[in-house]
């Protein structure tokens, strides 16, 4: 019965639109759904392919990147090197975005890489550097897997000037849905994004092997009010690099 009922809502689909013809994004996207509830991943990836392209032309970047998530999320559920072909995906998008749409993928593309690390750390973990293949991220070791994450996070805040006159509503098809209150303390795509990339910064295990000057927190201004926490001047040796970076980035935050 549930086979014949998948048919049959299949077959009104196809009647509903018979030329397949562009019906607008949420119709679309309504299809698409449809089709994934329905265990129809083909005929899904048919569909999302049809909204990335209209999206690529029409410039829409909230669109674009959504169909991104879309067409990577079937890969990995129809391939068996679905997790591969999905970062390739992203890595050849964000070859040619340029901001802000780049700096969301590059955000994206840094959690997939943290989230396969998660997933493999033990096979991972017994990498060795000689056997590194560049294409290949099952060879990477665990240095180099957290060092293109943080380098990811780091390219993500660049162009900081678009991404705070950015505001969240613009990408509203891919950002959780929030309460009203929470979204005043984050209406830029600058504030969602520093966040994300804080949580690295700011995480011990983002680091492996300690700098050869290791920055350590000890001025009481940290306790102190948010006004003199945001201006307050640390000493930072040379160029900002993770704790530092991530502190640095909560001033910014905070002011």
Do not use: C
């Amino acid at each position: 019965a549930f086979l014949f009922s998948g048919v049959f809502a299949t077959t009104l689909i196809i009647f509903n639109n018979p030329e397949n013809k562009w019906r607008g994004y949420e119709q679309e996207w309504n299809t698409t759904d449809s089709l994934i509830n329905l265990q129809l991943p083909e005929s899904a990836l048919v569909f999302v392919e049809e909204i990335y392209d209209h999206a690529k032309a029409e410039n829409n970047g909230s669109q674009l990147i959504k169909s991104l998530i879309y067409l990577s999320k079937l890969n990995i559920a129809m391939l068996e090197d679905g997790e591969m072909q999905a970062i390739e995906l992203f890595k050849s998008e964000i070859r040619t975005a340029n901001a802000p749409v780049k700096n969301i993928l590059q955000s994206m593309l840094a959690e997939v890489y943290e989230n396969y690390l998660l997933d493999y750390y033990y096979s991972i973990y017994n990498n060795y550097d000689d056997k590194i293949q560049e294409s290949d991220i099952s060879t990477w070791t665990t240095k180099k897997m957290k060092g293109e994450i943080y380098d990811l996070y780091v390219s993500s805040i660049k162009d900081t000037d678009i991404l705070k006159s950015t505001p969240v509503s613009t990408y509203k098809e891919i950002l959780w849905k929030v309460a009203p209150e929470y979204e005043k303390l984050r209406p830029t795509l600058y504030d969602i994004l520093a966040h994300r990339a804080l949580d690295n910064f700011l995480s011990e295990s983002t680091y492996l092997t300690d700098p050869a000057y290791k920055y350590s927190i000890s001025d009481t201004i940290v306790f102190a009010d948010n006004r003199k926490f945001a201006e307050h001047n640390f000493y930072f040796n040379d160029t900002l690099f993770g704790k530092e970076l991530g502190l640095s980035l909560l001033q910014d935050l905070t002011r």
